[in-house]
């Protein structure tokens, strides 16, 4: 056959592909814009026809903010993607976060649960009741009266390091200490370890190990090539590479031998004063035949979920606790109401360890609502929360959804509804004095409630001390003047985040008035 010939037909044929691969993509968005159950709900043609704009928006940050604006545009329910609507009508947020007809997590949880199999990414109702039941009251309030002292003994650490560098006229940064600060609290609670990351100023390895593992798991997530990958790369004699490489083995390691220590310490305990974690109870469970087998954690599944809290948790708890401090340091009233509040309790010491307990902070009505305000503006994760909506389909609003259409409630834009919260770029702490029962159902901080975050008492726990500790014991600083309302503007990427990326304060300039 003519060599010409077979070149024109390879020519044709590729066209051929060509031509078959776009008529397909052309046909399947033409039906998925104007054929599909869900071409009647509003929103931006790109959006109907293709995935392309929401994982660009998700990967790429600021998905928050443009969910947001498109709700501006088209109303409470918009369809942000081929086969996903966004809500912010407050019946059907609460309809899909109820406890009586679950909505269950999307596939993008299953993905990571292949990965590490822990509490926030189980997808199955049924598992994720019988793992929540493991934990028994391990984040109780109860509890958390336990390990006080160990949150407040870093809280103390914290003050003096404000106290020693702001004194030295120099700048404190916030957002880098808190961080320190809240890994150090969950190294004492998960492991019952000091990792002393205050006091030497730098990350531990476990944690910088951990935060490398919670990278590598989500991108095996969603390239399991990588795992075949990872032969090749094995064999390249980069030092940093083989050490990412290995990133698994050694928190895996490190964890099983922090929690057999806190084993070992519970079970040897002469006078009944071992050091307690969140998981003591847990690993005592896990060799107690009373306890229902289907309630029990292994070994492997503590080990997974102690590692993902240390390093999911800190960045919450950092975040809005750098917002929460710079708010009251902004504002001269509301930092002269939470003083004089303080005041009541501290009997004058001015230090944590005068009187001050989160039992009594709790008691404090403007406390309550300035953290729930700065809840509302600046809680760590307003990402949308997505949920699978059940088999047989279910009317959410005006429109009824299919099995398997993803549903998210935007929760930048639920806690910013003009018609729930007037003025609701304002801060406003007064606004929760007396709440509505839209506020309460609007609020989605701590996550919906058939799926509320377990840690969530701990992080108040955090923050009540933080401000106490601050208030009372370093009278005398103020936001720099690198803080401005530009550099504490809010960006998105998965988390909030100021977007210098740092709050910095400093001792209070004293004016000299010349005669």
Not at 323 to 328: D, P, S, T, Y
Not at 443 to 459: D, K, T, V
Not at 478 to 501: G, Q, R
């Amino acid at each position: 056959m003519d060599p010409r010939f077979r070149l024109l037909n390879g020519q044709q044929l590729l066209l051929a592909f060509v031509g078959v691969s776009v008529c397909y993509l052309l046909a399947k968005a033409i039906y998925r814009i104007y054929l599909s159950p869900l071409s009647k709900i509003p929103g931006p043609w790109y959006t109907a026809a293709s995935e392309l704009w929401f994982i660009w928006k998700n990967l790429g940050g600021g998905s928050i903010f443009a969910i947001h604006d498109l709700h501006q545009k088209y109303g409470p329910y918009v369809r942000i993607a081929p086969n996903t609507i966004s809500t912010a009508d407050l019946e059907s947020v609460q309809k899909i976060h109820s406890t009586s007809d679950v909505y269950r997590k999307s596939e993008y949880y299953e993905k990571l649960r292949r990965e590490v199999d822990t509490l926030p990414v189980i997808t199955d109702l049924e598992s994720y009741r019988h793992r929540r039941r493991a934990y028994g009251s391990a984040f109780s309030n109860s509890t958390l009266s336990l390990m006080e002292p160990a949150i407040r003994r870093n809280v103390d650490k914290l003050i003096r390091k404000i106290q020693q560098v702001t004194e030295a006229g120099e700048k404190f940064d916030l957002l880098k200490w808190f961080h320190l600060l809240s890994l150090d609290v969950l190294g004492e609670l998960c492991y019952g370890l000091d990792f002393g990351m205050l006091q030497d100023e730098k990350v531990h390895p476990l944690v910088e190990d951990a935060l490398s593992f919670v990278l590598l798991v989500t991108i095996r997530a969603y390239f399991p090539i990588v795992n075949r990958l990872k032969r090749v790369l094995s064999y390249v004699p980069h030092p940093k590479i083989q050490r990412f490489l290995r990133v698994e083995d050694r928190v895996y390691t490190f964890s099983s031998w922090a929690l057999s220590n806190t084993q070992h310490r519970v079970h040897n305990c002469k006078d009944g004063k071992s050091k307690i974690t969140l998981f003591s109870k847990i690993l005592d469970d896990m060799n107690d035949p009373d306890v229902n087998v289907k309630t029990k954690m292994t070994m492997a599944m503590v080990r997974q979920e102690a590692l993902m809290i240390v390093a999911a948790a800190s960045d919450t708890t950092a975040i809005t606790g750098t917002f929460l401090i710079w708010v009251i340091l902004r504002h001269a009233e509301i930092r002269r109401k939470l003083v004089d509040e303080l005041r009541a309790v501290t009997a004058g010491s001015g230090e944590l360890d005068g009187g001050i307990t989160d039992e009594k902070l709790k008691q404090l009505p403007y406390l309550k609502v300035v953290i729930m305000e700065v809840m509302r503006l600046y809680c760590a994760g307003q990402i949308a929360l997505e949920r699978v909506v059940p088999s047989g389909g279910r009317q959410i609003g005006p429109y009824f959804l299919p099995e398997e259409t993803r549903v998210c409630s935007p929760i930048y834009t639920l806690h910013r509804d003009p018609t729930v919260f007037p003025d609701p770029e304002l801060f406003k702490p007064e606004r929760w004095i007396n709440p509505t029962k839209s506020m309460e159902v609007a609020m989605l901080h701590f996550g919906g409630q058939s799926r509320p975050c377990i840690g969530q008492n701990l992080a108040m726990t955090e923050l009540r001390l933080l401000v106490a500790g601050i208030l009372s014991s370093c009278p005398d600083i103020e936001l720099a003047d690198s803080c401005t309302d530009d550099s504490m503007e809010v960006v998105d990427h998965l988390l909030i985040n100021p977007k210098s990326h740092k709050c910095e304060v400093q001792k209070r300039k004293m004016e000299i008035i010349k005669s």
